[in-house]
C-alpha cells in the first residue's frame, strides 16, 4: 500500500510552479514607474496644449475688438476670454508695424507636477489689420 499524499500534489505545487511565485508582482513593479512616468508626461503634455490654445483664443478675441475699436477694450476682451486657470496671464496690445494693432498673451507653462523646475513661458501674439 503506498502513502496517500504521494499521489495528490502537494499544497504548495497545486498553486503553480513554485519557482514563478511573485514573478507577475516582480513585473508589475518594474513596469508601474514606466508606466506612471508616461501618464504624467501625457497629461503635461494635453495641459500645455489647452493652455495654448486658450492663450492663442483669448490674443484672437483681442485683437479683433482692436481691430475694430482702435485699442479700446482690447486687453480687458482678452482677459474676459481667459479661463480662471490662466487669468495671471500678462496682456499686452499696441500698433504694430503694419498700420494694424496687436494683442499678446504670456502665461508660465503650467505644470501639475511642478518639481520638474521648468521656466517656459507660452507667448500668443495675433495681429489685426485697421478696419
Known amino acids: 500500500m503506498s502513502a496517500p499524499s ?11 510552479r513554485g519557482s514563478d511565485r511573485g514573478g507577475p508582482l516582480l513585473e508589475f513593479a518594474v ?17 500645455a496644449f489647452v493652455a495654448v490654445e486658450r492663450l492663442e483664443s483669448a490674443a484672437r478675441a483681442g ?21 480662471v486657470w490662466l487669468e495671471d496671464a500678462t496682456v499686452t496690445s499696441g500698433a504694430n508695424d503694419a498700420d494694424g494693432f496687436y494683442v499678446e498673451v504670456s502665461h508660465p507653462l503650467p505644470i501639475v507636477f511642478s518639481s520638474a ?5 507660452l507667448t500668443r ?3 489685426m489689420p485697421n478696419v
Open 63 to 83: 485683437a479683433r475688438v482692436a481691430g475694430t475699436q482702435q485699442l479700446e477694450g482690447a486687453e480687458s476682451t482678452a482677459r474676459q476670454a481667459l479661463p
Open 31 to 47: 513596469v508601474f514607474p514606466i508606466l506612471l512616468v508616461v501618464v504624467v508626461v501625457a497629461l503635461e503634455a494635453f495641459f
Open 6 to 16: 504521494a499521489r495528490r500534489p502537494s499544497r504548495w505545487r497545486a498553486r503553480g
Open 117 to 121: 523646475g521648468f521656466d517656459l513661458s
Open 125 to 127: 501674439r495675433v495681429d
